[in-house]
């Protein structure tokens, strides 16, 4: 699968955004996915994830009640909505997507074998 992420910019404090991940192939279904970011000098961190089915979803403590994740299978796309931005949410965003027998969320970072270009997100204070 190859992975198109988008949607990255420059925003103030207290704004949003909303990343866009869009995925080629017709075993969109199959995938897990999740976003992950890193800031510079900084090691690459999970942010949140979703499950095959999108009934699962998960998220790191730093962006719960802040973040959304979703997906559009239609359109095999995972969506990342962040309301509520801060300057210490400024990183590279980087989607993710790994192929799953079960229907379940990934967090780590080594658990994706598939990896999108990054988009950058930058919160000015």
């Known amino acids: 699968v190859q992975l198109q992420a988008s949607g990255g910019g420059l925003v103030q404090a207290g704004g949003s955004l909303r990343l866009s991940c869009a995925a080629s192939?017709?075993?969109?279904?199959?995938?897990?996915m999740a976003w992950f970011r890193q800031a510079p000098g900084k090691e690459r961190e999970f942010v949140a994830a979703?499950?095959?089915?999108?009934?699962?979803?998960d998220y790191t403590v730093s962006v719960k009640g802040r973040f959304t994740i979703s997906r559009d299978s239609a359109n095999n796309t995972v969506y990342l909505q962040m309301n509520s931005l801060q300057p210490e949410d400024t990183a590279v965003y980087y989607c993710?997507?790994?192929?799953?027998?079960?229907?379940?969320?990934?967090?780590?970072?080594?658990?994706?074998?598939?990896w999108g270009q990054g988009t950058q997100v930058t919160v000015s204070s």
């Open positions: 192939g017709r075993t969109f279904s199959s995938y897990a």
């Open positions: 993710a997507a790994q192929p799953t027998a079960a229907n379940h969320v990934l967090v780590r970072v080594d658990s994706y074998a598939y």
């Open positions: 979703i499950s095959r089915s999108g009934g699962i979803t």
